[in-house]
């Protein structure tokens, strides 16, 4: 997680009751949750796009940096999708960021692939799940779909299958209902792990294609952002905001993060403009 850390030495300070300057948060916000930003994530270096723009808001209003730097750099690992993603169900494509979501961990993949499913139909027939986890999967896609299955070994077993695909499958994509979600990884997984919202697959579909570019980068340098305002003595208050988010999803789909943490960050730099 990288952070925006205000450093203040002081012995007691005191604010002026009253509101933020909502003018200057929100074009803070825009400007950390525009397109430019890619999300503030690894593609196209948008978390160090955003450093960039913060350390010099951070210069703008009066902080000094804290050593010979507005940065403190580390390396990280970090599984990417800078290029395109396709996922199209009998021939419709769906929407990246509104029909499906590739988990961050997923590698590269491309081609087109029947589907296999797990559902409360297969699992109330318990040789029927069996011949399918014992078959050859490796022109199928595993579509999982939990809903109406209530047995506690069969739902760790899926969760299982999700997390690990002892099948031979090329994919999983689990049917979710209610908002995607999607997270950052520090690691590639062996299969690609999708999320598609319930309507957009169904059992009477017969083919998916699908592609997927990856990029794994196995020392991305990011950085945290640090300035400080001196004080009179060497007490020190530290407040922090991370300012990245979840990055790109293809070239198509960011993810702008207004509220997790472009409202947080600009806060904090409206804190120091105050100061």
Not at 53 to 60: C, G, S
Not at 232 to 244: E, G, L, P, Q, R
């Given at each position: 997680?990288?952070?925006?850390?205000?450093?203040?030495?002081?012995?007691?300070?005191?604010?002026?009751?009253?509101?933020?300057?909502?003018?200057?948060?929100?074009?803070?916000?825009?400007?950390?949750?525009?397109?430019?930003?890619?999300?503030?994530?690894?593609?196209?270096?948008?978390?160090?796009?955003?450093?960039?723009?913060?350390?010099?808001?951070?210069?703008?209003?009066?902080?000094?940096?804290?050593?010979?730097?507005?940065?403190?750099?580390?390396?990280?690992?970090?599984?990417?999708?800078?290029?395109?993603?396709?996922?199209?169900?009998?021939?419709?494509?769906?929407?990246?960021?509104?029909?499906?979501?590739?988990?961050?961990?997923?590698?590269?993949?491309?081609?087109?692939y029947k589907l296999a499913w797990i559902n409360k139909k297969v699992v109330e027939h318990?040789?029927?799940?069996?011949?399918?986890?014992?078959?050859?999967?490796?022109?199928?896609?595993?579509?999982?779909?939990?809903?109406?299955?209530?047995?506690?070994?069969?739902?760790?077993?899926?969760?299982?299958?999700?997390?690990?695909?002892?099948?031979?499958?090329?994919?999983?994509?689990?049917?979710?209902?209610?908002?995607?979600?999607?997270?950052?990884?520090?690691?590639?997984?062996?299969?690609?792990?999708?999320?598609?919202?319930?309507?957009?697959?169904?059992?009477?579909n017969k083919t998916i294609n699908l592609r997927i570019k990856a990029k794994?980068?196995?020392?991305?340098?990011?950085?945290?952002?640090?300035?400080?305002?001196?004080?009179?003595?060497?007490?020190?208050?530290?407040?922090?905001?991370?300012?990245?988010?979840?990055?790109?999803?293809?070239?198509?789909?960011?993810?702008?993060?207004?509220?997790?943490?472009?409202?947080?960050?600009?806060?904090?730099?409206?804190?120091?403009?105050?100061?």
């Open positions: 997680m990288r952070t925006l850390s205000l450093l203040f030495l002081c012995s007691l300070f005191i604010l002026n009751v009253q509101g933020q300057d909502t003018a200057y948060v929100r074009d803070i916000i825009s400007k950390l949750a525009s397109p430019e930003m890619h999300g503030r994530g690894y593609e196209f270096e948008g978390d160090k796009i955003a450093a960039n723009y913060l350390a010099l808001e951070a210069e703008k209003a009066g902080l000094s940096m804290y050593g010979e730097s507005w940065f403190q750099p580390y390396t990280m690992s970090a599984n990417t999708h800078p290029g395109k993603l396709e996922l199209k169900v009998d021939g419709k494509a769906l929407i990246p960021g509104v029909d499906f979501l590739v988990t961050a961990s997923s590698p590269r993949c491309r081609g087109s318990e040789q029927a799940l069996e011949n399918m986890l014992g078959n050859d999967l490796s022109d199928y896609i595993l579509i999982i779909d939990t809903v109406g299955i209530h047995n506690e070994f069969v739902l760790e077993l899926i969760k299982f299958i999700i997390e690990e695909k002892p099948t031979r499958a090329k994919a999983v994509i689990q049917v979710v209902d209610g908002n995607l979600t999607y997270r950052p990884s520090t690691i590639k997984k062996k299969f690609p792990s999708i999320l598609v919202k319930r309507g957009a697959i169904t059992v009477e794994f980068e196995k020392k991305y340098q990011t950085q945290n952002v640090i300035g400080h305002l001196p004080g009179k003595v060497d007490t020190s208050i530290v407040f922090t905001a991370h300012y990245d988010h979840l990055g790109r999803m293809g070239k198509a789909t960011y993810f702008p993060g207004a509220n997790d943490n472009a409202s947080g960050s600009a806060m904090l730099v409206n804190m120091a403009k105050e100061l």
